[in-house]
């Protein structure tokens, strides 16, 4: 046992590398925090009920649970000279940049496709936030 462990070469990680994976960790954590926090008020804004935002909530998860089998599907089938990964790596987060805009602008948007400002609920924005 003890010549065994002698043998093998242990890697030790620097603490700058700690820092750098715990400092992303920390940033993800940062993002969750802030979507907690901010999306029902947010979607309370646009009109949707309070017992509605359930609803929003699922959205999420449940594109998940259509999405990831596809691109899986289709990224294990790639032959790009790029990758199989790669190319659904950056078209995944350039579609969720947009996305991440739209959610922002979305009562903006609303209002500019006709939505009324002195009406509570705007549908035209609630359907940008969840497209």
């Not at 991440?100 to 509570?120: E, P, T, W």
């Amino acid at each position: 046992m003890e010549v065994e462990a002698a043998n093998s070469p242990e890697k030790s990680s620097s603490i700058s590398m700690i820092t750098l994976v715990a400092s992303i960790a920390a940033g993800v954590q940062f993002g969750w925090a802030l979507q907690l926090s901010l999306l029902t008020p947010y979607v309370q804004q646009l009109g949707v009920p309070h017992k509605w935002a359930a609803v929003v909530w699922l959205c999420g998860p449940i594109s998940g649970l259509l999405v990831q089998p596809i691109v899986g599907y289709y990224s294990d089938r790639c032959r790009s000279r790029f990758g199989r990964r790669r190319p659904f790596i950056a078209a995944g987060a350039a579609l969720v940049a947009i996305a991440v805009f739209l959610i922002g602008y979305a009562a903006d948007i609303g209002v500019r496709s006709g939505d009324s400002l002195h009406k509570s609920t705007k549908p035209r924005a609630v359907l940008v936030f969840l497209w």
